[in-house]
């Protein structure tokens, strides 16, 4: 465990000294201990839950939620604390509950610090690639292994791990609510973010004057890289977009009898897919592919064997659109593009029956659509936890963007200043998911480093 107050870190915290009075006397042998064993105790306890998807065939978070709101009502009752612990539940099309909890911790700010986690995970995968049980924690040279402790453990476990020292101090008088911290906490646990958050954000979203006002600061810990020194402020803009091509079906040896779906998914999505680099060309350094990427992935065939003509053919194309452009026009742009391949299809087919013409069509429909937007450089939430993040952590810190998906996305929609921030070893997903316990307790810290108040 790295002792913080041996630490060049501290340094950074001159022009601080409550925040470094805070931290060196949580560097204190007996409390770090005891920091490091709630770490421990919580981390492991997750990762004894399992709380995969429901859309990957997992039974849900309710589990999951009822252990958050257990040991919340615990820290309630340890520290005399007036926690408001409120369930935003729904049910999905299969009638599995989804639980969302929000925990305020009310000191009559005006503005909160939110932070939000998912409590829902990926499926462990190939077994036989784990070293340990997914579903059991191991700890190992500093780090806990385990399926959900890298994403999203990391937010829940940092989550406590704020309110903890918070309340710890108010306990032992060291902090002031009203003199001592700039902004209430709200911490934040929704279901659903790994398969489109449905039943996550964007039902929490439904009761955003409850949840949300300008001026918050709100950081989901969705994302980390090394030493956290990277912040994430955009993310492109997902479509998963099936498309559905007919043709009519006949014999490998006839094509003149009918006409080849195959042929037209390939020409098609050549098609769709130049035109759509060629208007979306815009670039974006922020991001580590700056550009829009549009590329197909998944072919369906309605037949199974190698002698006959496909009628119909399904392709999917993933869209990844810059948060600049508007995906409503990418949508008319592929509409366009259909009507513009139907009329020159029979230039471009070689054998085929021309009385079946009318009865070609390309039809699609968006499976998942996702828009997102880019908080500006100078935004609020950014400057604190850039500031919070060079106090703590001794780095200077990268903002960036991410061409996958956050809950961040749609609160920056609803134009909430959202934040992606965590530290990691990026195994999220992988198997052997793991995280350094000391990076658990160094997310806490950068939380504690941007609710304390400056010094004057």
Not at 71 to 90: C, G, P, Q, R, V
Not at 260 to 277: I, S, W
Not at 435 to 444: E, T, V
Request: charged share 25%; net charge negative.
């Amino acid at each position: 465990m790295q002792n913080l107050s041996n630490s060049k870190n501290l340094k950074n915290l001159s022009d601080s000294p409550k925040l470094l009075n805070l931290l060196t006397k949580q560097s204190k042998e007996q409390y770090e201990k005891d920091l490091e064993n709630e770490t421990i105790n919580i981390a492991s306890n997750l990762i004894r839950i399992n709380s995969v998807n429901p859309g990957f065939g997992g039974k849900g978070e309710v589990e999951e939620a009822q252990y958050i709101i257990k040991k919340m009502k615990e820290y309630a009752k340890k520290y005399n604390a007036d926690l408001k612990i409120k369930e935003y539940n729904t049910t999905d099309e299969n009638n599995i509950v989804r639980p969302n909890v929000v925990v305020d911790l009310d000191l009559n700010k005006e503005n909160s610090l939110t932070i939000i986690s998912h409590m829902d995970i990926v499926p462990e995968g190939d077994i036989s690639l784990w070293d340990t049980n997914p579903y059991e924690p191991v700890i190992k040279n500093g780090k806990i292994y385990g399926r959900g402790s890298e994403d999203n453990g990391k937010g829940i476990v940092s989550s406590f791990l704020i309110l903890k020292m918070i309340l710890d101090e108010f306990k032992q008088k060291s902090l002031n609510p009203e003199s001592d911290l700039k902004y209430n906490l709200r911490l934040i646990f929704v279901a659903d973010e790994e398969n489109g958050s449905t039943y996550g954000i964007r039902h929490l979203l439904k009761y955003e004057d409850e949840l949300f006002q300008n001026g918050d600061v709100i950081i989901v810990p969705d994302f980390g890289v090394g030493h956290g020194n990277f912040v994430e402020i955009a993310e492109k803009q997902i479509m998963w977009i099936k498309f559905t091509i007919k043709g009519f079906q006949c014999h490998g040896s006839t094509p003149l009898k009918g006409i080849n779906a195959g042929t037209m998914a390939f020409l098609f999505g050549d098609m769709l897919q130049k035109t759509l680099y060629k208007k979306y060309d815009a670039k974006d350094e922020i991001f580590t592919f700056p550009y829009s990427s549009f590329e197909p992935t998944i072919f369906k065939n309605s037949v199974e064997n190698a002698n006959t003509i496909p009628g119909n053919v399904e392709m999917y194309f993933d869209c990844r659109v810059l948060p600049n452009y508007d995906v409503d026009d990418v949508l008319k742009t592929i509409d366009n593009t259909i009507l513009k391949f139907k009329r020159e299809l029979p230039i471009n087919l070689i054998y085929y029956s021309e009385n079946l013409l009318n009865n070609i069509d390309v039809t699609y429909n968006v499976e998942n659509l996702e828009k997102s937007g880019k908080l500006p450089e100078n935004s609020k939430s950014i400057a604190e936890i850039n500031n919070s993040i060079e106090k703590i952590l001794g780095i200077e810190p990268k903002l960036c963007g991410m061409g996958g998906g956050t809950v961040a996305a749609p609160i920056r929609v609803k134009g909430y200043e959202a934040v992606v921030w965590g530290m990691g070893n990026e195994t999220a997903h992988q198997p052997n998911e793991n995280i350094d316990i000391s990076d658990l307790l160094n997310m806490a810290k950068v939380y504690l480093a941007m609710i304390v108040k400056e010094d004057n």
